[in-house]
Nanobody
């Protein structure tokens, strides 16, 4: 019904930048909140940043001032600009979206992307 495709991960040196993108496609009537989570080896998945359909945002304390989430509603795409990257930012980053389905589908679903690996070397 709905797919999220992430891109933009890779290997970067500490202090560098990366921009992640997540494009949603399928039976979408409306996207509600969209966000980015990450999971480092041996750790639980955690929220990195989220953006509501109304434009409000929230960030994990560990990324405040370094990461910026934004979205292009016309393209059903959410971005994560990551600056001043640190080795502890190394993780698989997952996109998440709350989707109101387009008829004839009915209802609301939460969808996850497949993940994109970000590796920050010291």
């Amino acid at each position: 019904q709905v797919q999220l495709v992430e891109s933009g991960g890779g290997l970067v040196q500490a202090g560098g930048s990366l921009r992640l993108s997540c494009a949603a496609s399928g039976s979408i009537l409306r996207l509600n909140a969209m966000g980015w989570y990450r999971q480092a080896p041996g750790k639980q998945r955690e929220l990195v940043a989220a953006n509501t359909s109304g434009g409000s945002t929230n960030y994990a304390d560990s990324v405040k001032g370094r990461f910026t989430i934004s979205r292009d509603n016309a393209k059903n795409t959410v971005y994560l600009q990551m600056n001043s990257l640190k080795p502890e930012d190394t993780a698989v980053y997952y996109c998440n979206a709350g989707v109101v389905l387009l008829p004839p589908h009915v209802g609301y679903v939460e969808v996850w992307g497949q993940g994109t690996l970000v590796t920050v070397s010291a």
